[in-house]
């Protein structure tokens, strides 16, 4: 009885941690603000797509955006090729927009965000100790579309290797 009530407890304070607006430097970020799901999205490291969902919640009384994704790969067959699920914490430090994701399998360290504010970010990791360099990005095209792509410069690169990208179709 005691699981069921703690259970319950913490699905309502999720619940109302959504309608926290988002405050200070994470204001531009609103546009990510709900529930996103995708069609078919390319995946160039094994040559077919992807489909999910993604959540974007304000946390912390809006100091805090979090992104929680479940993911589904297919192969170029459109066979099931596993899944996964992923987080990513965004928020201000130091005057810049960081970023920390983790998948249970890699760690990325977004050390900075280009924001146009209502409109874009573009989250990149920093090149240290022969590591590559990772950029994601996320474009408003509509109030119900949101582009996304995800790269990497190889170390001692310098030109971006799409990984993947799709768009997200905003969920009422």
């Known amino acids: 009885m005691k699981t069921h009530f703690l259970a319950l407890a ?42 999910g969902s993604s959540v974007f919640s304000a946390q912390a ?43 249970g399998t890699h760690v990325i360290h977004y050390t900075s965000a280009s924001v146009a504010p209502g409109h874009a970010v573009s989250f990149s990791s920093a090149a240290s100790g022969g590591a590559p360099v990772f950029k994601l990005t996320y474009t408003l095209q509509s109030p119900r579309s949101l582009a996304v792509t995800f790269a990497m410069v190889p170390p001692g690169g310098t030109t971006p290797r799409m990984i993947a990208m799709g768009t997200l179709q905003r969920r009422p």
């Open 10 to 51: 913490m699905s309502v304070t999720v619940g109302h941690a959504h309608a926290a607006p988002l405050s200070g430097d994470l204001a531009g970020l609103s546009f990510l603000l709900g529930t996103w799901s995708s069609g078919q999205g390319k995946v160039a490291d094994i040559g077919g797509t992807s489909a």
């Open 61 to 103: 009384g809006g100091a805090v955006l979090l992104r929680r994704d479940h993911t589904d790969l297919f192969d170029a067959g459109g066979n099931p090729a596993g899944g996964f699920d992923q987080i990513m914490m965004i928020y201000p430090e130091a005057g810049a927009i960081r970023a920390e994701y983790a998948d």
